[in-house]
């Protein structure tokens, strides 16, 4: 049996003030090297401003409200990549559509695919009679939106592959394709200019940098005075890692021996399936744009509206979000990280950052397993004082559907800084799909909180006693297109009555532990195994649908186990479930969540003051707000339901905004309130005329449900063709379905109300719409509902593809009520609302 366990790190400096954590024994199946790696931070060397550009996704957004509000805002995404509105290549994603969700929550520029105009993949060839008057319409469309400036037109896709073939290696099929090319490129150009005379126009964006086209498409571009004001291409191949500095490399000089200024560089299609949703992988393509300051998105393989498998439904963070908000927090300029190894596949890699006005330091790392030093120079003591805390955090791979909690903090430690400005931070037993992040900040009077990190183990199901089951091989360098995968395989194939794993594993004390399964379900509904422990206490296993078998999620359940060995069988019950791998954790005391979120790390506005002047809490000092100064906090909820958020500091009182309503508390008092599940924004602001000096924002609870009110959706009054519809699967065993697509098919509910005031209205629905296969991507169509309270004005909301129609997601919508009876009605004059199995409501003030 091969077991990994889940490792602290480990932080040492020239002297250690306060205890850190032991360092625990190395996993069996994590390769020891004999000597740690080494990774320098030189935070005298900057390599400009942070520019957040590699954080990006192809079809990213699928609609306004798909990924929420909520999971975008925290990115401060850069660009993205879409279709034309109305485009057939896909059902949705439409530009013009998307973007109002996207500028809404700080996005800067859209790019527009242009050719996605055409249904067929590759796009049909039907000559540039039948494109231009398409690229017409839509430089009308675009010049005539809001915020036309922000939008970028990508007038070529992978020109390269498809209607030139560049990429021929017959001289004449090369010469033909490259002459007709440009061509169609100038009259397309010239074309969107005399629209919209101030365009942004990206290409060639070909499939690949290409070394044989660039150099004449650039001579040739700048004689015709139709060069493009973004250079883009696509970096897909685990090669990519390797190759990339040369191919930038090898481009700046192009420029420069054609004769043309820097362009912006976008690489807007970068990364396959095994990078995506990993943090450790994400890393290694994140550092090698940003050093370089070129902007990038991330692929589109699956599904739309996910920002490319980092968002879990529509609101619920997997391990990639939390990697790319530690992305977006980064702030002041980035400096220069020299890795053990440079240009390399699946290598420990990082980037870091460097802020004086915020006295903070940050780095993210990871890549490859076993130890590394980092270690940090030039940390200036007039700034930082000769004292400084060393936090180190983990962000673990939960595969692309299942739910990660905030990033653990792993160690939290004083540290000296050196007489040459330098410390360093041994991080011990990495994780190869784990990301890390170390920020440094100045020590102050006090002992910083020590980081509480429970035992945990690891167990691949390739490695347990498997009856009636196969192992597959997942995705690895060598089949970049193949899912992420714990060890690169898992076991599928447990279809028969007496399909079975077992798993032999070993706790180090008696006491309740989480066991977590990453499975995979594509069977057409929740599938079910039986799980036992050493063949008694029999309890089921129920597992959502995913994308496909191989689109991981992560069902969590309760065990108790006593001190020493068992045995962990998962064994066929109901439908069909692949299995990656199990964690074992010690469950917390109390058996609730309990995460402090940082002040100094929360995102600010206005001019609040960081104060590092003590250590206390969490270590990582306090922000002073005053006046008009805010912070807003990202709070994880693993459950819909109420929880308790604790402001911790001194002061004037503290004003605290959720879901559209505000409510004034004291630092230290705990206020009651409703988190919807998965990311909850938290805005915090001084309630008086008196500064708010804040340490952290606490929350704590397992999602509270006392206070919900409940209502079957069949028990309303339904119009027209709605109807009610029996369901094994819906929790009153029916459903409300054939909502929509007319005026009078519409769901009223009478709902009571305790009291005036901001409610959340937690949706659970269903929807499986899909348009046509494409040949990877897969269609799937979010569901429109327009929700009124009392007869009022309707919300327009979109209900996101739950991969099957036995699956029910719940979705949080605000919404105001008056005391008593209130009528909400669902409707959908024009298509087909989602169908809908029953409502919570609960105030947002518990």
């Known amino acids: 049996m091969r077991k990994r366990r889940a490792l602290a790190a480990v932080i040492a400096g020239a002297a250690l003030v306060a205890a850190a954590l032991p360092a625990a024994s190395y996993a069996d199946n994590q390769p020891k090297a004999a000597q740690a790696q080494r990774l320098s931070v030189d935070l005298a060397a900057s390599e400009g401003p942070v520019l957040h550009g590699a954080n990006g996704a192809l079809y990213g957004l699928s609609d306004d409200g798909v990924p929420s509000d909520a999971a975008l805002a925290p990115l401060k995404l850069t660009t993205v990549s879409q279709k034309p509105e109305g485009g057939a290549q896909h059902p949705n994603g439409d530009a013009l559509t998307v973007s109002k969700s996207f500028f809404r929550n700080g996005g800067d520029a859209v790019y527009i695919l242009l050719q996605d105009t055409y249904s067929q993949w590759p796009y049909q060839d039907l000559g540039i009679d039948d494109y231009l008057p398409k690229v017409e319409k839509i430089a009308k469309d675009v010049a005539g939106a809001p915020n036309s400036e922000r939008f970028v037109y990508v007038p070529f896709n992978e020109p390269d592959l498809i209607w030139y073939k560049l990429n021929s290696s017959d001289p004449a099929t090369y010469q033909k394709g490259r002459d007709r090319f440009f061509a169609e490129w100038k009259t397309v150009y010239q074309r969107i200019r005399s629209i919209d005379p101030t365009a942004r126009i990206a290409g060639p964006n070909e499939a690949g940098y290409d070394t044989r086209f660039l150099p004449e498409f650039l001579t040739w571009a700048k004689a015709n005075k139709v060069l493009p004001d973004v250079m883009t291409w696509h970096e897909l191949s685990s090669g990519s890692l390797r190759d990339f500095q040369g191919h930038y490399d090898h481009y700046r000089a192009l420029e420069k021996s054609v004769g043309i200024s820097p362009l912006p560089i976008s690489i807007d299609e970068y990364a396959n399936r095994r990078d995506l949703s990993v943090p450790g992988q994400l890393v290694q393509w994140v550092s090698m744009f940003e050093r370089n300051k070129v902007y990038a998105n991330q692929a589109y393989w699956d599904a739309a509206g996910n920002l490319s498998g980092n968002v879990v439904r529509s609101n619920i963070p997997n391990g990639g979000w939390w990697f790319f908000r530690w992305y977006a927090g980064m702030t002041g300029r980035t400096v220069k990280v020299t890795p053990p190894t440079a240009n390399a596949i699946d290598t420990l890699q990082g980037l870091a950052s460097y802020d004086p006005s915020r006295k903070q ?27 400084v805390v060393a936090t180190v955090s983990e962000a673990e791979w939960s595969g692309y559907e299942g739910a990660a909690a905030p990033p653990r903090v792993l160690s939290r430690s004083e540290l ?87 798993f032999d594993v070993d706790v180090p004390k008696t006491g309740t532990y989480d066991l977590a399964v990453f499975y995979g379900n594509q069977s057409g509904a929740p599938s079910t195994q039986t799980l036992t422990v050493d063949g008694q206490s029999a309890q089921p296993v129920t597992y959502p649908s995913t994308l496909n078998w191989t689109y991981r999620g992560i069902q969590h359940i309760s065990v108790r186990l006593s001190a020493g060995s068992h045995t962990l069988t998962l064994a066929h019950d109901k439908g069909e479930a692949t299995l990656d791998k199990i964690d074992l954790t010690a469950a917390a005391t109390p058996a609730t969540s309990s995460v402090s979120y940082e ?237 809908i199995d029953r409502v919570q409501l609960a105030p947002v003030k518990g």
């Open 361 to 387: 330091a940050q780095i993210l790392v990871g890549g490859s397993a076993g130890d590394a030093d980092v270690a940090v120079q030039h940390v200036d003591r007039e700034l930082f004082g000769s004292r």
């Open 416 to 502: 000296k800084v050196g007489a040459d400005g330098s410390v360093t931070v041994p991080l011990t037993g990495m994780k190869t799909m784990s990301a890390y992040r170390i920020t440094l900040t100045p020590a102050g009077t006090g002992t910083p909180r020590a980081a509480e990190v429970p035992w945990s183990a690891s167990y691949e199901a390739e490695s347990a006693a498997i009856t009636d089951g196969q192992v597959y091989t997942q995705g690895t360098v060598s089949n970049a297109n193949g899912y992420a995968a714990s060890g690169t395989k898992d076991v599928g194939s447990l279809n028969k009555p007496t399909s079975k794993v077992a």
């Open 599 to 835: 002040a100094t790390l929360a995102d600010p506005s206005g001019s609040p003051r960081y104060d590092y002047s003590s250590a206390a809490g969490t270590g990582t000092g306090s922000l002073v707000l005053d006046g008009s100064d805010t912070a807003v906090f990202d709070v994880y909820a693993p459950r819909d339901g109420y929880y308790t958020l604790t402001p911790q500091g001194s002061g004037g009182r503290v004003e605290l905004s959720l879901h559209g309503t505000t409510m004034a508390t004291a630092p230290g008092r705990a206020e009651r309130l409703f988190l919807t599940a998965g990311n909850n924004r938290v805005t915090a602001a001084p309630a008086t005329t008196s500064a708010v000096r804040l340490s952290s924002l606490d929350a704590t609870g397992a999602g509270d449900t006392k206070g919900l009110a409940s209502y079957e959706a069949e028990s309303g009054t339904l119009g027209g063709a709605a109807a009610r519809t029996a369901s094994d699967y819906a929790s009153g065993g029916a459903y409300v379905g054939f909502l929509g697509n007319g005026a009078a098919n519409d769901l009223e509910l009478t709902v009571q109300a305790p009291s005036a005031g901001r409610y959340m209205l937690i949706v659970h629905y269903a929807n499986n719409q899909r348009a046509d296969g494409h040949d990877y991507n897969t269609n799937v169509i979010s569901r429109t509902a327009d929700i009124s309270v009392g007869g009022g004005a309707a919300r327009r909301v979109a209900f996101k593809n739950t991969w099957t129609w036995n699956d029910y997601w719940g979705q949080g919508v605000p919404v105001d009520l008056a005391k008593g009876a209130n009528k909400l009605t669902f409707a959908n004059p024009s298509s087909y609302a989602p169908n």
